[in-house]
T-cell receptor, first 114, second 117 residues
Framework: DAKTTQPTSMDCAEGRAANLPCNHS???????VYWYRQIHSQGPQYIIH???NNETNEMASLIITEDRKSSTLILPHATLRDTAVYYC???????????????FGRGTQLTVWP | GAVVSQHPSRVICKSGTSVKIECRSL??????MFWYRQFPKKSLMLMAT?????????EQGVEKDKFLINHASLTLSTLTVTSAHPEDSSFYIC?????????????FGPGTRLTVT
């Protein structure tokens, strides 16, 4: 079962930063926070993941609160191609009994408008 | 980046027939692959974990005799929907975990849309 809550939908103007929140108040100490996105009728795409520290890659930044009960995915300069459903998932990754299984919640539909 | 392919991308079959869907990791080895299904306007639902050389592990409520999974090599897993019925019509997506120890992300295939008439 999904252990995260996200807003159902969000809008963002093209070129502006998109900040997508996620609550995961029951996260365990060894669970990672993963973000994936799914563009309509395609397979999900990995964006970023983190454990405790903030992370940044070429796609996005991930800010995790100190108590790890929530996080924010930041797309610094959103484009029309960033319109997608964004999923925040907590998982043990490769380790643990769940061996990398991902349980998707409803996600956030991000719409970037011109 | 790591690429996962699925074949076919679309399939239409008659009720009562079986359909096989292939999932391949093209440029990396994967001891573990996963199968998901997704209904229109719904989220992905994990069906099973496919392990190379061993039996698949099915999620609660997923019929293992209905959805046969075979993971014969480090780059190929197959899902066979047996005796398909219209309610099996869905978008089936696979993913693969890279064998590389430093990799924690899953790579997803493009999906297979199954329509049972």
């Amino acid at each position: 079962d999904a252990k995260t809550t996200q807003p159902t939908s969000m809008d963002c103007a093209e070129g502006r930063a998109a900040n997508l929140p996620c609550n995961h108040s029951t996260i365990s100490g060894n669970e990672y926070v993963y973000w994936y996105r799914q563009i309509h009728s395609q397979g999900p795409q990995y964006i970023i993941h983190g454990l405790k520290n903030n992370e940044t890659n070429e796609m996005a930044s991930l800010i995790i609160t100190e108590d790890r009960k929530s996080s924010t995915l930041i797309l610094p300069h959103a484009t029309l191609r960033d319109t997608a459903v964004y999923y925040c998932i907590v998982s043990y990754g490769r380790g643990g009994s769940t061996l990398g299984r991902l349980y998707f919640g409803r996600g956030t539909q991000l719409t970037v408008w011109p | 980046g790591a690429v996962v392919s699925q074949h076919p991308s679309r399939v239409i079959c008659k009720s009562g027939t079986s359909v096989k869907i292939e999932c391949r990791s093209l440029d990396f080895q994967a001891t573990t692959m996963f199968w998901y299904r997704q209904f229109p306007k719904k989220s992905l639902m994990l069906m099973a974990t496919s392990n190379e050389g061993s039996k698949a592990t099915y999620e609660q409520g997923v019929e293992k005799d209905k959805f046969l999974i075979n993971h014969a090599s480090l780059t190929l897993s197959t899902l066979t929907v047996t005796s398909a019925h219209p309610e099996d019509s869905s978008f089936y997506i696979c993913s693969a975990l890279s064998l590389a120890a430093s990799t924690y992300e899953q790579y997803f295939g493009p999906g297979t849309r199954l329509t049972v008439t």
